[in-house]
């Protein structure tokens, strides 16, 4: 067992680090498409990707680099087996319902193994079997029922006591015949290919709002509009709302992950335990090499303690039960849960037809960020999707949607209150570098972060989209807030919305 282990200084994520990709212009003019996608991750891509090849004239804006959103962060298992989740989806949705959800997520895992086979992507694809595992006997019955609403829904799998990582455990589920892959290295040949068939790609470029005359039209923050039929809001957060409400039908959690080398083969297999805290575990590849990919440690964004305990937490499981060689990465990932925890995918209103959002992943953003791109490219293209129903952005299951409505904006109303009134009275001539305080300047409550070479930067701490005060993240450091989960760097610039304007600066004269 190692001690003394040189966390990675910077969270940078393995997949990102590994693959190089083209830079990409921002838009400078007004355009017409047939489509206009706004994100560059999997939906966004794999939408391109599709219509594309249907000689559709698409148009993809993102607001920073292509594919360093959530997609660029995940852990990139594409599975079926979404946590703990199947009996629970009978239960409210019945087992129609549920039946849809596996079906979706069935072909979206087929369509990844398709394409790669299709166009022989070098994206260390391989076949895994998945686990749910528990080492509490509180948890035995959870997974039992779990094996029954498989059973029910005919999941191939297995209930076993033992399975080839050895980690604690006293009981697994097993669904079988899933994967997992290098998810950039698979989406930079769909948006390759999706240039090839005419699609039009922008960097920087931030879509602030959608206009409507004949046709929608995407309006950025430079005014330049992309003129379209239909409109693919894929940035992970909807940056137009449409009047659907979306900041009080969604939470937003991090989590987080660390890349490590041990001295122990990687047994095969993908895995993640029904309690909490989360310790989701997998492999890739590196020079030839076992990385192995720790992740959990799941809490609502802008709250809880301070970060980095997250990322130490992950590091001491890891170390205790593998014992760590080699520290080479770590990363956070946000994502969105919906009330009933089922994405929503379709149009943004029932009276919108045109405007289509896809969020709300739970983050198994792999296969429904998949499906996704596929129901709303079968929208474009024919009008009709068979999913359309289950997924709809309209749906407002009476349970367990209304409890948690009101749970998740009784906490919102909470953050907003406490941020108002909580007392600061850090000095800032004591911060040392490196680090961030909470301060009043001129009676306003104030972020201020030391930066390296003891330059401060100062922020209004109120979030500009709907007024929460933001807390510090010291493993990303950036400012997050714990209402709807927008994240600014410690500068002030929108890292992830749904705030659209930064933080505004706040001179110490």
């Known amino acids: 067992m190692t001690e003394n282990l040189n966390m990675p200084q910077f969270p940078e994520p393995f997949w990102r680090d590994s693959v190089k990709f083209s830079t990409y212009p921002k838009l400078e003019e007004s355009l017409k498409a047939d489509v206009g996608i706004v994100g560059g991750g999997i939906v966004g891509i794999t939408a391109a990707y599709l219509l594309a090849k249907q000689n559709v004239k698409v148009v993809l804006l993102d607001a920073g680099d292509i594919l360093n959103g959530t997609t660029g962060h995940t852990t990139a298992k594409v599975t079926a087996q979404h946590g703990v989740i199947y009996n629970e989806l009978i239960e409210h949705f019945g087992l129609e319902g549920a039946s849809m959800y596996y ?65 604690p455990m006293k009981s697994a589920l097993i669904m079988k015949d899933q994967a997992q892959y290098h998810p950039l290295k698979y989406l930079k040949t769909l948006l390759e ?72 083969k990687y047994p095969g297999g993908m895995y993640i335990n029904a309690e909490s805290p989360t310790r989701s575990i997998r492999s890739t590849s590196i020079d ?15 709250q809880g303690k301070p970060t980095m ?38 149009a943004i209103t029932e009276e919108q037809k045109s405007v289509f959002v896809a969020t709300g992943f739970r983050k198994w953003g792999m296969t429904n960020g998949t499906l996704a791109a596929k129901m709303l490219s079968d929208l ?48 800032v001539d004591e911060l040392p570098t490196d680090e961030a305080t909470i301060t009043r300047i001129k009676g306003m409550r104030t972020g201020v972060y030391r930066d390296k070479d003891s330059k401060l930067h100062m922020v209004d701490t109120t979030c500009t989209h709907l007024g929460c005060e933001v807390e510090w993240n010291s493993g990303d450091r950036t400012w997050d807030c714990p209402c709807h989960g927008s994240r600014y760097s410690y500068t002030g610039h ?10 505004n600066p706040v001179q110490n004269d």
């Open 380 to 427: 474009v293209l024919t009008g009709e999707s068979d999913f359309e129903k289950f997924y709809s952005p309209s749906r407002f299951q009476a349970d367990p949607a209304i409890r948690k409505f009101v749970s998740i904006n009784s906490d919102v109303a909470k953050h907003l209150i406490k941020g108002k009134l909580e007392y600061t009275k850090n000095l």
């Open 494 to 503: 929108v890292l992830e919305g749904p705030a659209e304007r930064p933080l």
């Open 309 to 346: 305990e997250h990322y130490k937490a992950l590091e001491d499981f890891a170390n205790k039960q593998f014992g760590i060689s080699d520290y080479v990465n770590r990363w956070s990932a946000q994502d969105l849960t919906t009330l009933d925890k089922v994405p929503y995918i379709g």
């Open 288 to 302: 030839g090499e076992d990385l192995w990919l720790i992740g959990g440690e799941n809490h609502k964004t802008g």
């Open 103 to 167: 079906k979706g997520a069935t072909e979206a895992v087929e369509f990844i193994k398709e394409t790669v086979e299709l166009h022989d992507i070098p994206c260390d694809f391989s076949k895994e079997h998945a686990y749910i595992y528990t080492n509490s006997d509180s948890y035995l019955s959870t997974l039992e029922n779990e094996k029954e609403a498989y059973d029910r829904l005919k999941i191939p799998s297995d209930l076993v006591k033992n399975m080839p990582l050895e980690v």
């Open 193 to 264: 290919d999706s240039i090839k068939n005419g699609a039009k790609i922008f960097e920087q470029t931030t879509a602030v709002d959608v206009e409507y005359n004949k046709h929608p039209s995407i309006v950025t923050r430079d005014g330049h509009r992309v003129n379209c039929r239909y409109v693919i809001q894929a940035s992970h957060y909807p940056f137009y709302d449409g009047q659907g409400f979306y900041p009080t039908r969604m939470y937003p959690d991090r989590s987080y992950i660390i890349g490590i080398k041990t001295d122990k």
